[in-house]
């Protein structure tokens, strides 16, 4: 697992941007996206009192010692990419031996949550039409109905990845 940490970038700003270059990274490094992960802390950089948030990115790099051959490569598409958003970009590579590193993955849940296979709730009508405003402190009880919106936002999903298979297994036929 390659492990992209972005210092001093606004966290949330990062999310969108991460989202844009998944492949583009993933093709520099010579792997699958599945195999990078960014991680975005709330961070600051900071130099004489002044927030360089933005302004300077510090990007750590944590990968297998395998890698090293595609540094060069790598650090000039990482520059590339971050230069679009920052004025300036230190890219820092840390490799380890990959017999040091351990993964555990829980094959009866997807490898990662993606905007497909997360929980998403909509504000429900019936508060809209209690009159309460968006600028106005809710009062009710945030978790009501909770536990069966859940059960029927995943039978949604369980329904939609049942058509995706069924999909998948037609193409594999007609193939």
Known sequence: ????????????????????????????????????????????????????????????VELPESYHPLENQIADVLHKIFSKNHVHVRVLFSYFEKEHEHEFIDESYPRFMTEENSAHFEADEEEEED???????????????YDERVKEKEKE??????KRQAARTDNKRGA
């Open 131 to 145: 009159g309460v405003s968006e600028d106005e402190i809710y009062t009710g009880n945030a978790f009501a109905d």
């Open 1 to 60: 697992m390659i492990i992209i940490k972005l210092l001093g970038v606004d966290q949330f700003q990062a999310q969108s941007f991460v989202s844009d270059i998944q492949e583009e990274v993933a093709q520099a490094f010579e792997t699958e996206p599945d195999q990078i992960l960014f991680y975005a802390p709330d961070s600051f950089l900071i130099y004489r009192g002044v927030d360089q948030t933005s302004f300077y990115l510090d990007v750590e």
């Open 157 to 162: 999903q369980l329904e939609e990845e049942a």
